[in-house]
C-alpha cells in the first residue's frame, strides 16, 4: 500500500501504472485499505476495465465488511448487488442488536 503511494506521489519517474500494480498486490494479499480504494484508483487511471473483475470483488468485499467508501462505489458500479449487500449488512446488524 506505501509503495503504491509513493509511486503516484514521486516525481522521479515512476509510473502510475506501478501504483496500480502494488495496491492490486496489497488487494490480492488482503489489504483492507487497499481493497476498498483500488476501484477509485483504477478509475482515476484509466484502468478499471482491465481488472473490472477482480476489482469488482475486492469492491464487493470491502462494501461486505461495512467499508462506506467501497459501498458507495459499489453502488455507482453494480447498484442491485450493492442493494444486496447494504440489506444483507442491515439484517446482520439487526440481529445482533437482538441478543
Known sequence: MALSQ?????PDGKKQGQALEWLELAAALG?????????RVSKALGCYEEGRSAILSY???SAEAGIRIAMEDLMDVD????EAV????KEK???QCKL
Open 79 to 82: 447498484s442491485e448487488r450493492g
Open 93 to 95: 446488524r439487526h440481529s
Open 31 to 39: 489489504h483492507p485499505i487497499a481493497k476498498s480504494v483500488v476501484y
Open 6 to 10: 509513493i509511486c503516484l506521489e514521486c
Open 59 to 61: 469492491l464487493v468485499e
Open 86 to 89: 447494504l440489506r444483507a449488512l
